[in-house]
């Protein structure tokens, strides 16, 4: 590990109630904080600080023949509560978690990477076709529906509460609106 660097934080929302923090580098570099990249594939927050501490080998032998790096970043933010640190992985090595994830039968991760993946699609065709790329809020509605319709109604319900508050659509039952559940 590398000594901490000061670098700006951001949340970074898929959709409202999907979010990672993010950090960017004094040289632009993007990265994601470990607990939230954990969390968003469906893992307990500590579970890739268990395989870099060398407590699972053979899961970091999987991540590493996926190109994992094991290159962590100690990032400092500042908050309105003081100073955060928080430790990161760069963007390529996020992706690779994601791949080990969905090999891994992880439902959240396979949800993201299909997400991921329909808005990309979707950006590269509409510029063959001369279409204006989507704004960020038609990407965030078509990442949420890719990501609701690969996610099970059973799994929706194991998701913490204050998820599923987050995720209610109005029109749905009194006590879930103010955010998306379903379209």
């Not at 970091?60 to 430790?87: K, N, P, Y």
């Not at 950006?123 to 809020?137: N, S, V, Y």
């Not at 998701?159 to 559940?181: C, F, V």
Request: net charge negative.
């Amino acid at each position: 590990m590398n000594e901490a660097v000061r670098a700006e934080r951001a949340t970074v929302t898929f959709f409202n109630g999907l979010q990672v923090d993010g950090y960017r580098m004094p040289d632009g570099e993007f990265r994601v904080g470990i607990t939230g990249a954990c969390r968003v594939l469906g893992y307990p927050d500590n579970w890739l600080y268990l395989a870099l501490e060398g407590q699972n080998r053979k899961r970091l032998r999987d991540l590493q023949s996926l190109g994992f790096t094991e290159q962590t970043q100690q990032i400092v933010s500042e908050t309105s509560r003081g100073d955060r640190t928080a430790e990161t992985i760069n963007l390529r090595d996020f992706n690779r978690l994601i791949a080990y994830a969905v090999f891994d039968g992880k439902r959240a991760a396979l949800a993201l990477q299909l997400a991921l993946t329909e808005v990309a699609l979707n950006d590269f065709f509409r510029d063959a076709f001369g279409e204006p790329p989507l704004t960020i809020a038609e990407k965030r509605n078509l990442f949420y529906e890719t990501y609701a319709r690969t996610i099970s109604p059973e799994e929706w319900r194991q998701m913490d509460r204050e998820d599923i508050l987050r995720l209610a659509l109005s029109g749905d039952e009194p006590h879930l609106r103010d955010g998306k559940w379903n379209s």
